[in-house]
């Protein structure tokens, strides 16, 4: 409130860290990646309502799950995760569910080639992420189909 100065916690979680990423397009909740304070490794991502105090955990994989980007519809998560190895880009539903793989480089012993902090196009047909695939950090740019992803997302249910 910035006429009364004053800020209202909405989330904390015992040993773990909430690092807010984005906004759903109402405003009713932020997606965010917690992080486990302990063991390191670990972080899954939330849906953090901005009205009351009902939080939801929505994934739940081995490793960290972290930089969560809200598709312009509002029903995907873009996010990155280490759960297979490699740091790569996923795609989940916003309710949760098994996510879908969307970069696939597998790296060498000198270059791991790390795809991360993805975020989507206003339309929705592209993603950008940040990658080491070039041997260097890089901006690399893919074209999607959110109605395939849905589709292929609906198809593992």
């Known amino acids: 409130d910035l006429e009364s100065r004053k800020c209202r916690q909405l989330f904390r979680a015992k040993n773990s860290v909430a690092v807010p990423y984005d906004w759903s397009p ?8 917690v992080r486990d304070t302990i063991d390191r490794s670990n972080s899954d991502i939330w ?3 901005t009205e009351g105090d009902a939080h939801k955990q929505i994934s739940f994989l ?13 029903n995907l ?4 995760s280490n759960h297979e ?7 989940m539903s916003c309710e949760g569910g098994d996510p ?3 970069t696939y480089y597998e790296g060498d012993e000198n270059n791991p080639g790390y ?10 047909r592209k993603i950008a992420f940040s990658s080491t695939r070039s041997g260097y950090w890089a901006i690399w740019i893919m074209q999607v189909n959110p109605d395939d992803i849905k589709a ?6």
């Open 26 to 33: 109402d405003g009713k909740f932020i997606l965010a990646d």
């Open 47 to 49: 849906k953090i309502e």
């Open 62 to 74: 081995d490793g960290r799950q972290v930089k969560p980007d809200l598709s312009p519809g509002g």
């Open 77 to 80: 998560i873009l996010f990155s």
């Open 85 to 91: 190895g490699n740091a790569e880009l996923y795609v």
């Open 100 to 102: 879908l793989r969307l």
């Open 115 to 124: 795809d991360v902090e993805g975020d989507w196009s206003p339309d929705g």
């Open 152 to 157: 292929r997302l609906s198809a593992t249910l």
